[in-house]
Nanobody
Framework: VQLQASGGGQVQAGDSLSLSCAAS????????MGWFRQAPGKEREFVAA????????YYADSVKGRFTASRDNAKNTVYLQMNSLKPEDTAVYYC???????????????WGQGTQVTVSS
């Protein structure tokens, strides 16, 4: 499975961005998808996860109410809509695919290359 994240950029605090992650997998709808981020000098942290059927979606407390994860299995794509962005959201954002949703990186077998999000105050 190859994952290609896109949509990052540089915005002002309060702005919105929409990230996409396109997957090259015949059975994309069998994978749970996760979004993680890593800021300079910090460990990779969980952002959101969505089950293969979208029945379960989880968010980190820091983004709950501002970010929305979704997926379109027909397009092999998962999305992360980010609203009310804050400077502390600045990081490289990664999408990942695995057998089940998890707030830890361990079960995710496949990772995208990351897309930079920079939020200035």
């Amino acid at each position: 499975v190859q994952l290609q994240a896109s949509g990052g950029g540089q915005v002002q605090a309060g702005d919105s961005l929409s990230l996409s992650c396109a997957a090259s997998a015949r059975n994309f709808n069998r994978y749970a998808m996760g979004w993680f981020r890593q800021a300079p000098g910090k460990e990779r942290e969980f952002v959101a996860a969505i089950s293969y059927s979208t029945a379960s979606i989880y968010y980190a407390d820091s983004v709950k109410g501002r970010f929305t994860a979704s997926r379109d299995n027909a397009k092999n794509t998962v999305y992360l809509q980010m609203n009310s962005l804050k400077p502390e959201d600045t990081a490289v954002y990664y999408c990942a695919a695995g057998p089940y949703t998890s707030p830890t990186p361990d079960p995710y077998n496949y990772w995208g290359q990351g897309t930079q999000v920079t939020v200035s105050s």
